[in-house]
């Protein structure tokens, strides 16, 4: 999403990952969202 790009959220956090994923009940109604972010690049794969 290239808003976040410019987002002071992402800036002012120096974030270069992020990952969300939506939460649902067992009913599959949406109760929220996980969210996790990274300061630091993934090391490269093999």
Same mark, same amino acid.
């Given at each position: *999403? =290239?808003?976040l790009r410019v987002s =002071? +959220?992402?800036t002012?956090?120096? *974030?270069v990952?992020?990952? $969300?994923? =939506?939460l649902t009940s067992r009913e599959?109604?949406?109760i929220g969202s996980l969210c996790? +972010? $990274? $300061?630091e =690049? +993934?090391?490269?794969? +093999?």
């Open positions: *999403m =290239p808003f =002071p +959220a992402i002012d956090l120096r *974030m990952a992020y990952l $969300g994923v =939506p599959r109604l949406p996790v +972010a $990274g $300061g =690049p +993934a090391p490269p794969r +093999a």
